[in-house]
């Protein structure tokens, strides 16, 4: 289908439907303090893990995806551990290497477990809790290790902003980056798709207004102001991070076109960029342009620990004596009588 922006079908994003097993929960984070800290401190462990062992920018943003979906259907305090922290280390760990194992099948366990048996924060995480961990979250993820994402629509939607000059990895960065913030997570994979187009335009493109059929669906009454607010959020985001968005020179690659055999690279070029329906979802996951830094938070606020549980120190400080339990008679004759009692017996 070509693009046509009378009609505005080929950027619909509402046309699209998911199976909830693979996405998270809606309003999982939503006035939840303690799914957020869950959250903020499992994006802190994968980053840190990431920046250190395999700097390819789509492992987190699958394990976060992992991550996101096992927080809907499993309690944490369940997991091993004697903290919230260690628990949510655990887990998070756990969603990396999973992650890593969709990636590559050079992988081992074992090498990475002894590059973070140097960190104080993770040495105490063996192979065994690691392995049975993964077990746990394939089983509740129902073994739905390729979840549908914003990558899966990328392509499609990217047909629409090429003319404008987008680089491919400043989206690529910007969906990435998104995937550390909670904010992100109620909004359906087209909608990012989409909007990190529409923000990484509006940032390389300020004053130039937009392609009918992208102002179309921005516009649309159904989904238009989830794009203003996800496009908003996404360019504070690239402030706030440094995210570089720039275009290519369109005209310049457009003379250069002109050079050569205009109408065989015309028709070619026409090919490229129009739009495919049945080309829209594909589970192909990316493999270019995802080589770029993680910026993800890795300084958090602390955790709560359990209070339910006493430590040894609070069990000495507030333990209370035990009352005996005692047994009086009086001896027949003496007028004295006789305690029995779990401490011995005496005579009074």
Wanted: aromatic content about 8%; overall charge negative; hydrophobic content about 40%.
């Amino acid at each position: 289908m070509a693009s046509d922006p009378s009609c505005c079908k080929c950027l619909d994003i509402t046309q699209f439907f998911f199976d909830i097993d693979y996405l998270p929960a809606r309003r999982l984070f939503k006035d939840n303090n303690r799914n957020i800290l869950l959250r903020q401190h499992a994006v802190s462990v994968i980053a840190k893990v990431t920046k250190k062992y395999y700097p390819d920018a789509y492992v987190p943003y699958l394990a976060m995806n992992y991550f996101d979906r096992f927080l809907c259907y499993y309690d944490t305090t369940h997991v091993e551990g004697l903290t919230n922290t260690e628990k949510v280390c655990l887990i998070a760990l756990s969603c990396y290497t999973l992650s890593v194992n969709m990636r590559t099948t050079s992988f081992l366990l074992r090498d990475l477990l002894i590059d973070l048996h140097r960190d104080v924060e993770l040495n105490w995480i063996s192979h065994y809790m690691v392995t049975t961990m993964q077990h746990r979250i394939k089983e509740k993820l129902n073994k739905k290790m390729k979840p549908v994402t914003a990558f899966w629509f990328l392509d499609h939607f990217y047909a629409h902003f090429k003319l404008l000059g987008l680089k491919l990895r400043s989206i690529n960065e910007i969906i990435v980056q998104a995937q550390g913030e909670h904010t992100f997570v109620d909004f359906m994979p087209t909608e990012i798709a989409f909007s990190a187009c529409v923000a990484a335009a509006t940032i390389a493109h300020p004053l130039k207004e937009l392609p009918e059929d992208i102002n179309n669906m921005i516009r649309n009454d159904i989904i238009g102001y989830k794009v203003k607010e996800i496009v908003k959020k996404m360019i504070e985001l690239c402030g706030r991070m440094s995210i570089e968005v720039a275009a290519e020179d369109i005209e310049a690659e457009n003379r250069s076109l002109a050079k050569g055999d205009r109408k065989g690279n015309e028709a070619k070029n026409v090919e490229e960029l129009q739009p495919q329906m049945e080309r829209a979802i594909s589970n192909i996951e990316p493999r270019k342009h995802m080589n770029f830094e993680l910026k993800w938070e890795t300084d958090v606020q602390p955790l709560e620990e359990d209070t339910d549980v006493p430590t040894l120190e609070e069990e000495i400080e507030h333990s209370q004596p035990r009352e005996s339990t005692a047994i009086s008679f009086r001896i027949p004759g003496t007028g004295k009588n006789i305690n029995l009692g779990c401490c011995g017996c005496n005579i009074s």
